[in-house]
Antibody
Framework: QVHLQESGPGLVSPSETLSLTCAVS????????WSWIRQPPGKGLEWIAY???????DYSPSLRGRVTISKDTSKNQFSLTLNSVTAADTALYFC??????????????WGQGTLVTVSS | QSALTQPASVSGSPGQSITISCTGT?????????VSWYQHHPGKAPKLMIY???IRPSGVSDRFSGSKSGNMASLTISGLQAEDEADYYC????????????????FGGGTKVTVL
């Protein structure tokens, strides 16, 4: 059974860079698509990015230019970096697995999420 | 693109059936049979309940069913149980616009289901 675990600093200063890692067990990172999703306090979910099995990436237009998703196949994990953060980036960040079908259309396994607060 | 529209809350008594609506547009829900639903108990990992409008993953109770008509998708929970009390989110594939400005995936604001 696949297990995803997010990790990273819980507190980031404004204008700094947020870096998160998702460790994957029970599935090879080479065989699926992977994604980051976030949930600001009291709000709904927001898709952030995909990384496909071939390494190609897709980003939310609202975050493109500040966000990077990458993967480390040797460690079976993938990561998110978000530059120039503001209070609006405060959220519960989830990593998720996406079945490698024609289009990325659903998330079949999720991590529990990690809360990131942007504050000085 | 705006988020999909869900009711903030839905409630029902044990054994009853409830339906959660998820309203989108002709650019997302109405264009693709790629709506999915997720159950989230706070503090736990969200769980996929329905994908491609009406398909239940292995292990998901058949009390959960999904459907779609036009720009609106629905999740029905029949035989409501205490363990069904959670937040539920719908999501839709949005495609890729020629300008490359599509979000690819859009979510609803979430519906809190309360079992009375």
């Amino acid at each position: 059974q696949v297990h995803l675990q997010e990790s990273g600093p819980g507190l980031v200063s404004p204008s700094e860079t947020l870096s998160l890692t998702c460790a994957v067990s029970g599935a090879s990172i080479n065989n699926y698509y992977w994604s980051w999703i976030r949930q600001p306090p009291g709000k709904g979910l927001e898709w952030i990015a995909y990384i496909y099995d071939n390494g190609i990436t897709d980003y939310s237009p609202s975050l493109r230019g500040r966000v990077t998703i990458s993967k480390d196949t040797s460690k079976n994990q993938f990561s998110l970096t978000l530059n120039s953060v503001t209070a609006a980036d405060t959220a519960l960040y989830f990593c998720a697995r996406v079945p490698p079908i024609a289009v990325p259309s659903y998330f079949d396994s999720w991590g529990q999420g990690t809360l990131v607060t942007v504050s000085s | 693109q705006s988020a999909l529209t869900q009711p903030a809350s839905v409630s029902g008594s044990p054994g009853q059936s409830i339906t959660i609506s998820c309203t989108g547009t002709s650019s997302d829900v109405g264009s693709y049979n790629l709506v999915s639903w997720y159950q989230h108990h706070p503090g736990k990992a969200p769980k996929l309940m329905i994908y491609e409008v009406s398909i239940r993953p292995s292990g998901v109770s058949d009390r959960f069913s999904g459907s779609k008509s036009g720009n609106m998708a629905s999740l029905t929970i029949s035989g409501l149980q205490a363990e069904d009390e959670a937040d539920y989110y719908c999501s839709s594939y949005t495609g890729v616009s020629t300008l490359g400005s599509s979000t690819l995936a859009i979510f609803g604001g979430g519906t809190k289901v309360t079992v009375l």
